[in-house]
């Protein structure tokens, strides 16, 4: 047989089958108004710039909406998801060839391509779409994964799919032993349906079942494209589309900016008070659960729920959507009157009976593990620290200890109430410049800002000592601004009160750029974030460095060498604000490479997936209940890796962790150390900590 004359009758055994294109166009016509009717809603939100650096956009809508490279983090959901996604698009383009060879002048589906594509890739990929099905529904029936919203919805949208594909391939089958097709072999699942039916049916069984299923088909597979649009599976869309317009700038500067002189209302607490690429981020969701899995509050047993906080909201959207679009008809038209006083807000969004309320609100660290864990890109940290500003700045609602902390960087400049030390108290015996009494403050190449986490917790001066005699020994010309410095507002806005944070960065931006301030190194993750991602919309451009990142650099250029080798087992644990906030996980390892003879015994959660230790968002100076402590189970993670000292980058980590090793190391001898503290050892210091000490005591 001659290879380029392979083809076949695309009709086959189906009278009137142009009638196809009389149902095709009322299916599309619901289908384009089922999607209308969700466009029209994100529509109803308020302006956001999410279409600039059309490059970057691009690259990661192929790296992630094409490429699928945060859903293939997990490998079962991987491989059914591949084979519905690419299934999908691979018998999309066979049906769309179906109607060009059968009803254009082109008749391009013979030949090799016929064979190779029409025929065997088509059948591969449907029968990986049956398979797909079927692990999916095993996923859901049997292993039960508690992240996963069950719902008799999606059964039935995979049940669709699974007779689409079946049904394709008993048309397939039929039509290759009735017609006793010479190319059947290549069509391999579908020849063997055919055979299997033969053994069973006779010819003209097979022939009126053919006509029959083909009408089948048709139907299911109109009525699958019309029904998608007021389902899940409408995120077909809706996610290649949310991953088009994410942030690009990274989760340390993914929250909102409230221009205080115009703003009717501080926070969100309304529905209609949401941009529109927020209220995209709520029909693109996939109820993959993936979010909440990550959680560090909700893995320790507490409410929040970040999956729980999106679909609740995507349903209160849905559920208000007549009220939602006549207020921004009003809004558009200008006739939105802001409401009265003691009047609530149109479509509140904080309410005790969804997951949208304060007690799980103020259980986020921010460590933004489910926006890394999101598939889809879904930012669910600043609607949450949204809903947080309009509790603090409009009803002063939130919990005590977040207030004394709040009280205390309004009064004292720094978030520790009960402290004792000054801002300089931990530099005693070191003698240090102090910018205001250099007589060129100009001379200093680097700030060293110490932050408040630094100079007045008792267990972190010994971090703040370490790093800055390291950099005398490497003769870095530095200094410090001593009782000038200030906190940077970290906590006030993760918190909520974005206009303390706002006054404390306009502060310390006017301080610093007084004198002439251009590099900046920091010990804190949190100032260091704060610095590099929001201070400069106040003005403040600095090239900026965390204390891991400047000393790996001494170490490399040689201006600093390690001598004293540690032989102790160490795991590392990445505080948030430097990896998953500003993709840092190198330089701190490198320094512990750099200190320690063995190599990093690394926790499972590590890196980008590292698990935090529940000090961010305020978190720190609440006092949780003892068995709900994100920093015991994170202590306990890095005890399980059998690790002699636990490596931290970060103050609070360090607090939080060696609280937490305190409680769950029993009879064995765990330290907490600071990366600086692990590299001034390795130098040669008598206050660093040795052996089997712990860098507090």
């Avoid at 294109?21 to 029209?40: C, Q």
């Amino acid at each position: 047989m001659n290879m380029s004359e392979a083809t076949r009758e695309v009709y086959w055994n189906v009278p009137y089958h142009n009638l196809i294109y009389v149902f095709l166009a009322p299916t599309l016509v619901i289908m384009l108004w089922g999607f209308y009717r969700r466009f029209r809603l994100w529509k109803a939100g308020k302006p956001a710039l999410r279409t600039d650096r059309l490059g970057e956009r691009v690259d990661l809508f192929i790296r992630n909406a094409l490429g699928q490279a945060r859903t293939m983090r997990n490998t079962y959901a991987a491989v059914f998801h591949t084979g519905l996604y690419l299934g999908f698009i691979v018998l999309v383009i066979a049906t769309t060839v179906v109607a060009i060879h059968a009803d254009t002048p082109l008749k391009i589906m013979q030949g090799p391509f016929y064979l190779f594509f029409q025929s065997l890739i088509v059948d591969f990929f449907g029968l990986f779409v049956m398979f797909a099905v079927l692990m999916a529904w095993y996923r859901r029936g049997r292993l039960k994964p508690a992240k996963l919203v069950y719902t008799d919805e999606a059964n039935i949208l995979l049940g669709l799919i699974f007779v689409i594909a079946f049904t394709g391939f008993l048309i397939e089958g039929w039509r290759i032993v009735v017609t006793e097709d010479p190319w059947g072999l290549w069509s391999p699942v579908g020849y063997v349906f055919g055979i299997a039916s033969a053994k069973v049916m006779s010819t003209e069984a097979m022939t009126m079942a053919h006509r029959g299923s083909w009408w089948l088909h048709m139907a299911v597979s109109f009525g699958f494209i019309a029904y998608a649009p007021f389902t899940k599976m409408a995120h077909v869309v809706f996610s290649p589309l949310n991953i088009f317009t994410a942030n690009l700038d990274g989760y340390g500067a993914s929250l909102k900016d409230i221009d205080f002189e115009k703003a009717e209302r501080f926070g969100i607490n309304s529905l209609p008070d949401f941009t529109w690429k927020d209220l995209l981020d709520l029909d693109a969701c996939t109820e993959c659960g993936r979010c909440t899995a990550v959680c560090p509050a909700n893995t320790v047993g507490k409410e929040l729920s970040p999956r729980d906080i999106i679909l609740d909201l995507q349903k209160l959207m849905h559920d208000s959507s007549d009220e939602l679009l006549e207020i921004a008809a009003k809004r558009q038209k200008g006739e939105l009157e802001p409401p009265k006083d003691g009047e609530p807000p149109p479509i509140p969004i904080i309410r005790d009976d969804h997951a949208v309320n304060k007690e799980a609100l103020f259980q986020c660290t921010t460590c933004a593990a489910c926006m890394e864990a999101c598939p889809v890109f879904i930012e669910q940290l600043p609607k949450i620290v949204d809903a947080r500003r309009f509790l603090v700045m409009e009803e002063a609602d939130f919990p005590e200890g977040m207030m004394n902390v709040v009280t205390s960087m309004e009064q004292r400049q720094h978030p520790f109430p009960g402290t004792q030390f000054t801002r300089t108290d931990w530099a005693d015996g070191l003698e240090l410049d102090i910018l205001a009494d250099m007589a060129d403050p100009k001379e200093a190449e680097v700030l060293f800002w110490v932050g408040c986490g630094g100079a007045l917790v008792e267990r972190n001066r010994s971090t703040v000592r370490a790093t800055a005699k390291l950099l005398k020994k490497a003769g870095v010309k530095f200094a410090i601004l001593g009782r000038e410095e200030s906190c940077t507002g970290d906590p006030a806005r993760r918190i909520g009160n974005e206009f303390l944070f706002e006054m404390l960065a306009k502060g310390n931006v006017e301080t610093l750029n007084g004198y002439g301030v251009k590099q900046i190194v920091t010990s804190c993750p949190h100032c260091f974030n704060t610095f590099a991602n929001e201070y400069p919309q106040f003005g403040g451009h600095y090239e900026v460095s965390h204390h891991s990142q400047y000393l790996r650099d001494l170490v490399e250029g040689g201006r600093l060498q390690p001598v004293h080798e540690d032989h102790r087992h160490v795991t590392y644990h990445d505080p948030c604000y430097l990896g998953r906030h500003n993709g840092e996980y190198e330089a701190p390892r490198k320094v512990v490479a750099a200190s320690s003879r063995t190599d990093i015994v690394e926790m499972p959660k590590s890196g980008r997936d590292s698990f935090c230790c529940g000090g961010g968002g305020g978190m720190m100076y609440v006092d949780e209940p003892p068995d709900k402590r994100v920093n015991q189970e994170r202590a306990q993670q890095a005890i399980d890796t059998g690790a002699d000292v636990v490596a931290v980058a970060c103050p609070f980590c360090a607090t939080m962790l060696e609280d937490g090793v305190g409680a769950r190391k029993g009879d064995r001898n765990v330290s907490v150390i600071d990366v600086a503290e692990m590299l001034l050892a390795s130098v040669g210091d008598e206050e660093a900590p040795v052996a089997g000490e712990s860098s507090a005591g």
